[in-house]
Each structure stands twice: as C-alpha cells, then as structure tokens.
C-alpha cells in the first residue's frame, strides 16, 4: 500500500516539473521575442515599415506582458501609421492599417504611462499624442474621441501648454473658439512665464479678428522677457501688418497703429542696436508713415531713413553671414 507521503512527494515533484517547464517556456518566447524586437529596431531605423510591422507584432505575441518589450506597442503602433495613405482613405485594408495604428497606440500608451522608467513614460506620452493625431480631422475625424484623451493627458501632466495648446486646436477646428480660448488662458495660468503661451493666445486672437486682445497677448509676452528685442520687434511687425493689409482702417487709426510700431521696435532697437530684423520693420513701418503725410518734406526724411535703415540691415547681414 503506497503512503500518503509518498503521494505527496510525486504531486511536489510533478508540480516542479510542471513549475520549471513553464518557466523554460516563458524564457524561450522571451529569447525569441526579444530578437524579433532587434530585428524590429533595425527595420524601423531604415523604415521599412511593413517588416518591422511583422516583426515588432511577432516580439509582443512571443510575450504580451514582458515589459521589456513595452515600447514595441508604439512602435508597432506608429509602423501601422506610416503604412496608412491618406489616398486610399476608404480602402479597407488601408484603413485596418490605421484602426490598427489606434489599438496600440491605446495599448502602448496603457502600459507605458503605468511603469516606472522616464524613457518608457516618454514613449506612452507619445502614443497619446499620436493616438490623438488619429483621430484627428485629417485621419480618422473623430474630435469626440480625441477630445477625453487630450483631456486626461491634461491631468497627468497639468504643467505642460502643449496638452491644451492640442486641445485648444481641436476646438478651434471644431468651430468652438469660445473653449479653444479657455484652454489658452488656462496654458498661460500653467505656465504664465513661458513666452509660448502668449504666442499662442496672441495668433488665436488674430485668427479670429481680435487685433486689441492679439496686441494686449504680446505686450504681456514682452512683459515676461523685457530683455528680448524679438518679443518687441514682434509686436511691432502685427502693427504694421494690420496698418498695411486693413483698408477698413480711418486714416487716424492707421497712423496711430503706425507709431505704435515704430514705438515697439524702437525698444527692440534700445536693447539691441545692431537688430538688422529690428531695422527692416521699423523701415516697412516709416514708409507706411510716409504714404501718412502731406508735408512732401517729411515724406522724403521718412524715406531716406527707411533706406537707410534698410542699407545698414543688409551690412549687418552680410557681416554676419562673412563671419559665419
């Protein structure tokens, strides 16, 4: 009669058995996943798109769940998006390759915003903004199902302008400039001494026709960086636009947008005098003043500094350009 510890100690063992070839397994598939995945590598770098497809695919089929193998969701995720062609929308297999594109993309993005590694976080913010470019109108069009995800990246990274600068986008091309000026101001609140965000709410602004809130968008700019001539020079460079291409403009108005300019790159030309960009606009500025006068003696100064202003930029230039 065999006893119950023997019982026991063939169970033990069969289970170890059974322990140790699973263990084997799972380090074959990791082995083999693992040289699809370089291979996969080596075909992105060269974008042969369609075989790093394959292989990349066949890298997270050997083991879905190695994390190693985490970026290869991406990567298989952005083969599939540069295999789509925007000429053969409506294609079937075409559009698989993007419905494809969008699976991982998710997948990836899952998985690597969960781990641990800077570079694999790198990679799932990525996915994010990929996957909210797949879903944008020149792709998928479907501002519904970008609209969460711009907002969850919102969340995990409040700090960064670029998620509701992307946000911002989405509403303006879905006719909202309301919420497309919302998610500007609150980019400027994230970061309210990035130049960039003054940039962005100035040319939402000037989209929509909103030349005092444009102007009022950049003088705070120039606020945040008193030191920099281009922020002034920029400002400049609106007035004279909007003094030379709007001929609803009075004759007043024209003239004190002309001299609003002339005042803005005069700054610019304070901080630094030899600012050939500086020059050329404050040129285009004092030519746009001249056409402003009756007085024929003050035309001819104001285009004889024009010209001159404009002679010394190209010196500056080829200067510049001889000792590059």
């Not at 995800?149 to 992307?166: E, S, V």
């Not at 003094?243 to 009075?250: G, M, P, Q, V």
Request: with cysteine; net charge neutral; glycine share 4%.
């Amino acid at each position: 009669m065999r006893s119950t510890s023997g019982l026991s100690l063939t169970a033990t063992a069969l289970a170890l058995v059974v322990a140790l070839a699973t263990v084997g397994c799972g380090k074959v598939n990791q082995l083999k996943g693992a040289k699809a995945y370089k291979a996969a590598n080596a075909a992105y770098q060269t974008q042969d798109y369609k075989k790093a497809a394959e292989l990349y695919q066949e890298a997270v089929d050997d083991d879905p769940n190695y994390p190693a193998f985490a970026p290869a969701y991406f990567f298989l995720a952005n083969s599939y998006d540069n295999l789509w062609k925007p000429s053969k929308k409506g294609d079937a297999e075409n559009d698989k390759l993007l419905q494809d594109a969008v699976k991982n993309y998710q997948i990836a993005a899952d998985k690597l915003m969960a781990s641990d590694n800077p570079e694999f976080k790198k990679y799932g913010k990525l996915a994010l903004q990929y996957l909210v470019a797949a879903y944008g109108s020149e792709k998928l069009d479907d501002a519904g199902k970008a609209e969460p995800i711009l907002q969850h990246m919102i969340q995990l990274d409040p700090a960064d302008p670029g998620n509701y600068f992307m946000l911002a986008r989405l509403y303006d091309d879905a006719g909202e400039p309301a919420e497309a000026e919302r998610m500007y101001i609150a980019a400027k609140d994230a970061r309210p001494n990035d130049p960039a965000v003054y940039m962005s709410l100035a040319a939402h602004y000037n989209q929509l026709g909103q030349f005092d809130k444009t102007i009022d968008a950049l003088e705070q700019r120039a606020s945040k960086e008193p030191d920099n001539p281009e922020a002034y020079q920029t400002i400049a460079s609106y007035y004279w636009d909007k003094a030379n291409k709007d001929s609803k403009l009075k004759e007043n108005e024209k003239r004190d947008y002309v001299l609003k300019g002339i005042a803005s790159v005069d700054r610019a030309l304070q901080i630094k005098p030899d600012y050939a960009e500086g020059m050329v606009y404050k040129g285009l500025l004092l030519r746009l003043q001249a056409n402003l006068e009756k007085d024929a003696a003050k035309q001819q100064a104001l285009i004889k500094e024009a010209v001159s202003l404009h002679d010394r930029a190209e010196e500056i230039r080829k200067k510049k350009a001889a000792g590059a």
